[in-house]
């Protein structure tokens, strides 16, 4: 309790009173760095720096518990203890309901019960801003669990030929999810179809965009809508959801025809599809990338539709994957360059995703400010 030393702010304007108090900690032989503010003003400028303070009740700029609501209310605000010549225990609870830690009454009060009182406040302090870390933290954790289930749920392929792998890496340093999203579906008839969107920007609104986007895609889909209207229905449920203007999504959507020889793809301002086979990338035909979602109205998107030989996989990607930097270049990776790192690890064997997005981050120096999020449809015969 002694050996640590506790930076103390006394907020008095009476200078024996100030005298005082330093004496009453003098002589419990604490360990302290005492700095004083004779108004509240000045305390208010020099609160950072403290763990705890003593406040006097009465100060030439704020009378009462106004003193101490004003510091309360400061960011981060230290453990307070009212320290006052007023012999008035009403005044004591009020303050402790307020959120003063303590309460003290100068002439009653010797150096090592001020001391011990300063040490209290301290740890109490400590021991709230803790919960308070624990709470905020399992607080994101379940709905780092609730938008990871809206977001990139199961997909619906059971007893279907077509294989489907998924990664998905936040941006940066963020625990919480933000827009990217994909899903997949399986037909009776045998048709697959998968989506893959990006919600522009990052935070918990975007995540709950991304999620009910991908859930009305699903439900479109499983309702049995042409593939050629489903993003002209996406786009009018996602005018409607966003919670400002000039918020818009990209997205990639893929229909697998039901004998797997063939696949129609739809691009919604997002980067196209990579086609491999065995270890090999296959040009797909050039094609018109589209606008993205939200950004014009009564816009069609049209399909490219792409033969699908024999050992065929299909990857879909987020353009988190594509923005990173480059070592000793301004340009971001690109696709080109994104397709020669991929060509390398397909000679490694099919589980390239985790080397690539690996390779892709130690390129630009650290983690990737975008999510990434990957989508591989593969031949499943």
Known sequence: MRTKTVRVLLVEDDDGDAVLVEALLEEANAPFVLSRAGTLAEAERLLNDAECVLLDLGLPDSQGLD??????????????????????????????????????????????LLLRGIRYAVERRRADDAQRLLREAELLASEQSRLERGLLPPPLLQNSDVDLEVRYQPGGQRMLLGGDFYDA????????HAIIGDV?????????????????????????APAEKVLKT????????????????????????????????FLAGHPEPLMMVGRQIVDLPKSKIGVPLGVLTDYAWTGVDVPLPSGWSLA???????????P????????????????????????WMDSVIAEVTELNGGA??????????????
């Open 368 to 381: 990737l400010d975008d999510d990434v999020a990957i989508l591989l449809l593969k031949d499943g015969k």
């Open 67 to 112: 003193g101490l609501h004003r510091l309360l209310a400061k960011p981060n605000a230290p453990a307070i203890l009212v320290l006052t010549g007023l012999d008035d225990d009403r005044e004591g609870l009020a303050a402790v309901a307020a959120g003063a830690e303590d309460f003290m009454v100068k002439g009653k009060v010797d150096g090592e």
């Open 234 to 265: 996406l786009d009018q449920v996602l005018v409607a959801e966003r919670h400002g203007e000039g918020i818009f999504t990209t997205a990639c959507m893929i229909t697998v025809s039901p004998d797997r020889r063939s696949a129609r793809y």
């Open 185 to 192: 579906v399986g037909l009776p008839d045998g048709t697959v």
């Open 316 to 326: 879909c990607y987020t353009d988190g994957l594509i923005e990173g930097r480059v």
């Open 200 to 224: 522009c920007g990052h935070g918990p609104d975007e995540a709950a965009l991304g999620v009910c986007l991908r859930i009305a895609w699903r439900a479109l889909i499983l309702s049995g």
């Open 328 to 351: 000793d270049d301004v340009d971001r990776l690109g696709v080109e360059r994104l397709c020669e790192i991929l060509d390398r690890h397909l000679q490694d064997g099919p589980n």
